[in-house]
């Protein structure tokens, strides 16, 4: 008895798990480049981090419950398997932590160099308390949220607008651009 309610303890945790997180992925050739396109959904969240090593990152609120993504490495590759040996040395993950939904895009190679670019495309809740981007190089745009917004990347340009709260924006070689927002700004 003791065994089967551990089983059963053990599926609804997956079953609760996996309607909180689902994400597909494919790989096809777009001329001579390969891309590696992940897609996904985040449920309950009310705020978002978005963690990038490098790559854009674009975030636009919705009247919608989930926050759902769709990420894109593109590497200019002679055959697939060469580009999917360059899509393993950037790796993207998407989790609920309490809740924020954390979004993280991680170079594995010990040089932090990649041929590879990235672009996430986020569509969250407009309803968020907080959004949080990082990006180690790309650029970062924000629009429709109704809570904070900080941004920070290492070289690139950050938009944001239609922001009810605060705004913090820092770029180490890029423009910012601040359009209509509700509340203070630096």
């Known amino acids: 008895m003791k065994q089967f309610r551990k089983l059963a303890t053990v599926l609804v945790a997956f079953t609760l798990a996996s309607l909180a997180y689902a994400q597909e992925s494919k790989v096809f050739q777009d001329g001579r480049?390969?891309?590696?396109?992940?897609?996904?959904?985040?449920?309950?969240?009310?705020?978002?981090?978005?963690?990038?090593?490098?790559g854009s990152v674009k975030v636009q609120g919705a009247s919608q419950p989930n926050v759902t993504y769709v990420i894109r490495k593109r590497v200019a590759a002679g055959n697939e398997q060469q580009a999917r040996r360059e899509f393993e040395r950037f790796r993207v993950s998407a989790s609920n932590y309490g809740e924020t939904a954390v979004i993280k895009g991680q170079c594995m190679n010990d040089s932090g160099r990649s041929r590879l670019s990235v672009n996430y495309e986020i569509v969250a809740p407009q309803s968020l308390g907080l959004v949080y981007t990082r990006s180690g190089g790309g650029s970062i745009t924000v629009n429709n949220i109704n809570g904070r917004v900080d941004g920070e990347t290492g070289g690139g340009d950050i938009r944001v607008d239609a922001i009810n709260g605060p705004v913090s924006a820092t770029s180490g070689g890029g423009t910012v651009e601040i359009g209509t927002i509700g509340r203070s700004s630096r």
Not at 33 to 54: F, H
């Open 33 to 54: 480049y390969w891309v590696e396109e992940t897609s996904g959904s985040i449920s309950s969240a009310r705020n978002l981090k978005v963690l990038a090593d490098a």
